[in-house]
């Protein structure tokens, strides 16, 4: 329980402040121990910070698969999706460490933190495309197979965290109604 509890305040911390300012003192005194009992289950900061990027990658997945299911709702989905990028943004810390992490891992880090990183990527565009293959978007005008779809999808997820991330909320705002406008043309109209 304590190893979770520490967790969960690291993680609030390091969505707050980021990974260079975070220390495990304030860790401590969040979860209400001395910071010598974080060593009994973590060997150090870095040790702390990635124990979280699993969690995250299997909050994220689940996520996405609760939302992304394919069948005639689809475009609604994707819209969902999109459009819940900023939503969960503002109401997570968890969400926040999430994008901060894949965005800006700390530098000495970056390796162990980008490797897991990649196969959530390519998890993820994999959800999309089943969720494409599933559904009557596969029929689209434009000839596009769910591959590409999915592909395209990704790459509005990486711009709408990116934008979020570096751009602030105004920008984000206008990317996602470009985004939304953008998909409406390539997946509404059928064959």
Avoid at 45 to 72: C, F, N, R
Avoid at 82 to 109: D, G, K, T
Avoid at 166 to 185: C, M, P, Q, S, T
Wanted: aromatic share 10%.
């Amino acid at each position: 329980m304590t190893a979770a509890k520490i967790q969960k305040y690291a993680l609030q911390r390091f969505a707050k402040q980021g990974f260079a300012a975070t220390s495990l003192n304030e860790i401590a005194t969040d979860v209400g121990i001395k910071k010598p009992s974080i060593y009994a289950h973590f060997k150090n900061k870095d040790e702390l910070y990635l124990s979280l990027i699993p969690i995250m990658i299997d909050e994220e997945l689940g996520y996405a698969q609760t939302v992304l299911q394919g069948g005639e709702q689809l475009q609604q989905q994707l819209h969902d999706y999109f459009i819940s990028i900023e939503q969960r943004f503002n109401a997570s810390y968890a969400v926040q460490f999430w994008m901060n992490a894949l965005i800006s891992p700390p530098v000495h880090l970056y390796d162990q933190v980008i490797e897991p990183m990649h196969l959530f990527m390519a998890d993820l565009e994999q959800l999309f495309s089943q969720a494409i293959q599933n559904s009557e978007v596969v029929k689209n005008q434009h000839q596009l197979d769910a591959q590409t779809l999915a592909r395209v999808c990704m790459s509005f997820v990486d711009a709408l965290q990116s934008e979020l991330i570096y751009g602030g909320r105004e920008k984000f705002r206008l990317r996602l109604d470009a985004i939304l406008k953008a998909l409406n043309v390539l997946i509404s109209t059928r064959i």
